[in-house]
């Protein structure tokens, strides 16, 4: 086995560790996690930290951008997705948009440099080519991308046109991840998305004829009706295809949070211990088809940036996934759209007509928030450096913050003990590094660092297990 393979513990062993360490815990794509997020956090907030970031006109920022469209709703969807066939709904959410990004740009100054945006959804490429195009230069005369800025859309093979890959290029676009969830048939109509796997592969080649230096495919495990061998068909006709980036994702069935669930077949789901099998069946096979193993669940060629930048241990990730792009503030457009923005973090209204309503009484549609102190900017450093580069090092918070981990955390990291005896972490010296079995038990190490989940939540969190 090369140096790049992670090996996968042994299946008994590991069923029964997660069996025994199951509990509710938070994916950490942020930290504090949402729901300990203020809720009278509000539009002053919001202003305060735009006129903070408006002083500081040197410093990047990430862009992420939220389409909420589809044509059709996805029984397993748990995204913040709208069905809508009127144009005229398109066009009204643009010229929100347009409104919004005005408002932003006000208080911030225009031409801010931006190392990164991508566009979520939804389905963004459910725009036409003119709304795709309008959109896009609204925000290049808002913002001035730097010359290497990635620039990232999800899409929707189901509803590519061959005209769309060699259009985003021409704007900027440069990466590209497109859902692909189960090539399987039965599956797919389980889920109800049907995708012939013909579609998938013409906007591959599409995107690639383009010119898209990375193109990501995302895949789902836990669907109903997938079993060992059907996906292991879907896995290995993924690594014939060749994607740069792999994201495998668990699917959470929680039918009463959300409602379009209960049209999923429960009865075909696959056990925990089936579950786990899917997952542990996708990291050999991505492995051995010459992939890397990122944080939990992705997955890239050992060439790709990502990858490099896992193996230096310098991998950072946002609201927008991992990457090696993020700048220090990210301004979110859209429903629901997450920021971070001087040291705040703020969420945009999740319902279409209040995000809507907001803006059209000229005030920004924030629905809540947190203003990040000194001991939470501590912590998050260390959970996202956990999560990303597997390990806890104890001079990392030493430039930032004038300390080492250990001086700033103290008594706290005696609570890492139990893994290290559990064989989930290794200490050498003063660091701390995951080991392959702790690798599936990264959240629960970082929960051990997490002194809110030990106070009153604000709301009730959706946690997903980890597989
Ligand atoms: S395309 Fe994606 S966002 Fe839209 S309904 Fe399906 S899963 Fe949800």
């Known amino acids: 086995m090369n140096a790049l393979v992670a090996a996968v513990p042994d299946r008994d062993l590991l069923y029964g560790l997660l069996k025994a360490h199951a509990k509710p815990v938070p994916r950490y794509t942020s930290y504090p996690t949402?729901?300990?997020?203020?809720?009278?956090?509000?539009?002053?907030?919001?202003?305060?930290?735009?006129?903070?970031?408006?002083?500081?006109?040197?410093?990047?920022?990430?862009?992420?951008?939220?389409?909420?469209?589809?044509?059709?709703?996805?029984?397993?969807?748990?995204?913040?997705?709208m069905v809508t066939s009127r144009a005229d709904v398109?066009?009204?959410?643009?010229?929100?948009?347009?409104?919004?990004?005005?408002?932003?740009?006000?208080?911030?100054?225009?031409?801010?440099?931006?190392?990164?945006m991508h566009w979520g959804g939804g389905t963004p490429n459910f725009l036409s080519d003119r709304q795709t195009t309008r959109l896009f230069e609204m925000l290049a005369s808002a913002f001035s991308f730097t010359h290497d800025a990635e620039i990232s859309i999800e899409m929707d093979p189901r509803v590519a046109t061959p005209s769309q890959p060699p259009l985003l290029r021409r704007l900027g676009f440069n990466r590209m991840s497109m859902g692909v969830q189960d090539f399987d048939p039965k599956v797919q109509a389980a889920i109800g998305r049907i995708q012939p796997e013909s579609e998938t592969v013409s906007l591959l080649e599409n995107a690639r004829d383009a010119g898209f230096e990375s193109v990501n495919f995302d895949l789902v495990y836990g669907l109903p009706y997938q079993t060992t061998e059907s996906f292991a068909r879907t896995l290995n006709r993924v690594v014939e295809l060749s994607p740069d980036r792999i994201a495998t994702f668990s699917y959470a069935h929680l039918p009463e949070v959300r409602k379009i669930q209960r049209a999923v077949d429960a009865s075909g789901l696959p056990q925990p211990r089936e579950k786990l099998g899917l997952f542990l069946d996708t990291v050999d096979v991505l492995q051995e088809g010459g992939y890397q193993w990122i944080g939990f669940d992705h997955f890239a060629k050992p060439d790709d940036e990502l990858a490099v930048a896992a193996r230096e241990k310098r991998l950072l990730r946002n609201f927008m996934g991992y990457t090696t792009h993020a700048a220090p503030d990210q301004v979110a457009f859209g429903m629901s759209g997450i920021g971070c923005l001087a040291g705040r973090f703020v969420q945009n209204a999740s319902r279409i007509d209040q995000w809507r309503d907001a803006l059209d009484e000229n005030h920004f549609p924030v629905v809540r928030g947190h203003h990040m102190t000194r001991d939470d900017e501590i912590r998050s450093l260390v959970i996202q450096h956990l999560m990303c580069n597997l390990e806890i090092r104890d001079d990392l918070t030493e430039a930032p913050f004038g300390g080492t981990v250990d001086a700033l955390l103290g008594d706290e990291l005696d609570a890492l003990a139990p893994f290290e005896e559990e064989g989930f972490l290794v200490r050498e010296g003063r660091d701390w590094e995951v080991t392959e079995t702790g690798r599936f038990f990264m959240r629960n190490i970082a929960s051990t660092l997490d002194p809110y989940l030990r106070a009153p939540q604000r709301e009730l969190p959706v946690f997903s297990s980890s597989v």
């Not at 398109?90 to 990164?116: A, F, K, N, P, W």
């Open 90 to 116: 398109v066009e009204g959410y643009l010229d929100h948009l347009e409104r919004e990004i005005e408002g932003v740009v006000d208080r911030i100054g225009t031409g801010r440099s931006v190392t990164q």
């Open 34 to 81: 949402v729901p300990y997020w203020d809720k009278d956090f509000g539009e002053a907030e919001y202003v305060a930290a735009l006129d903070e970031a408006g002083s500081t006109p040197e410093r990047a920022l990430s862009v992420y951008v939220h389409i909420p469209f589809c044509g059709k709703r996805c029984y397993y969807c748990g995204c913040n997705a």
